[in-house]
């Protein structure tokens, strides 16, 4: 008997045994939970899943799987805290730093950039260009990759070098009169967390946003994307969102209104499925090869998140597209 009870003891005081994952969700949940499981079980089979995938409900995590390997050789196989791209999901951090610096009272949202950054040579933009536009992505500047492509293409997060690269540029639509995704955009609000905070981009996000979630397993990129991340670091900042551990959620709650017809507000993208609203990002990046990136996050309003970093198959949405449909279908 006594080791019976000692066995006992062990079950209740370790509980959360076997990567936390919560078995007592009800049974709609548990369908959606079973119907991504083998989803994901046929993309892995047919070696087009390879990268990590979380789903949890409010504070609980109930999926956590990875799946295929980490490079073109089929070597290493990830494992639940590889780390892998983020592509632009890294611009909700750069969003959420400018709210947190305008909370502060050093930035105006309907300031000009050019109050902030007395080099930019265009003159249009100088007397046009707002804070808000380039959070919103109605700033009618474009993207650097073709400068950077002639340039030094391996300073790709080096945000100083890339900002010189489009300090200079031109409009390519009118200011404020529609949504047109914008890369130069946020590369300017990287400069301008700068110029305002007296930190380089990294340690400002390091310090304000990383270390509040306690991402331990992230690495920063350029203020338009770029790093590297897990899962679960994702998950914690998903979760420092809702409850408003990074910004108030008044103020969070300005970030995710639609700000043009494109369903994008400040940093984050707005969906609405089924009736179902949710906020968060997707991104990818592709070389012409086989290896690439696919990341996609997001917070839905029924309580569950979703979160999928993949280092191959990088059509942007993709696998985390799939699941948040799922995880919004209305019970039948």
Not at 142 to 150: F, K, N
Not at 151 to 176: A, H, M, Q, R, T
């Amino acid at each position: 008997m006594k080791y019976l009870y000692i066995l006992l003891l062990v079950v209740t005081l370790f509980p959360s045994c076997g990567g936390g994952l919560k078995e007592n969700i009800n049974e709609q949940g548990d369908r959606k939970i079973q119907k991504i499981k083998m989803y994901l079980t046929e993309r892995a089979s047919k070696d087009s899943l390879h990268g990590v995938v979380l789903v949890g409900k409010n504070d609980e995590i109930l999926l956590h799987e990875a799946h295929g390997y980490v490079d073109l050789d089929s070597v290493q196989k990830h494992v639940l805290d590889s780390q892998i791209g983020l592509a632009s999901l890294g611009k909700m951090f750069t969003a959420i730093a400018i709210m947190q610096l305008e909370l502060e009272g050093k930035v105006e949202l309907e300031a000009l950039a050019s109050r902030y950054l007395d080099d930019l040579e265009n003159k249009t933009v100088r007397d046009s260009v707002k804070i808000k536009h380039l959070l919103s992505h109605t700033s009618g500047l474009g993207s650097y990759w073709a400068e950077l492509r002639a340039g030094d293409e391996g300073k790709g997060e080096d945000l100083g070098y890339i900002y010189s690269l489009v300090k200079n540029d031109s409009l390519l639509k009118p200011v404020g009169k529609a949504f047109g995704y914008s890369n130069s955009g946020y590369i300017l609000l990287g400069r301008i967390i700068e110029e305002v905070s007296g930190l380089t981009y990294r340690n400002y996000v390091i310090q304000n946003i990383f270390d509040t979630c306690e991402m331990t397993h992230t690495a920063i990129g350029a203020s338009a994307g770029g790093g590297q991340s897990t899962v679960a670091d994702m998950w914690k900042f998903g979760q420092a969102l809702e409850t408003g551990k990074l910004l108030a959620n008044d103020k969070f709650a300005q970030m995710i209104q639609s700000q043009s017809n494109a369903h994008y507000g400040y940093g984050f993208m707005i969906d609405n499925r089924n009736g179902v609203k949710s906020f968060g990002h997707n991104g990818g990046w592709w070389n012409g090869e086989k290896l690439g990136v696919a990341a996609y996050f997001f917070v839905i309003d029924n309580g569950y998140t979703v979160v999928s970093l993949s280092n191959r198959n990088p059509d942007v949405g993709g696998i985390g597209d799939h699941m948040h449909k799922i995880l919004t279908e209305k019970a039948n």
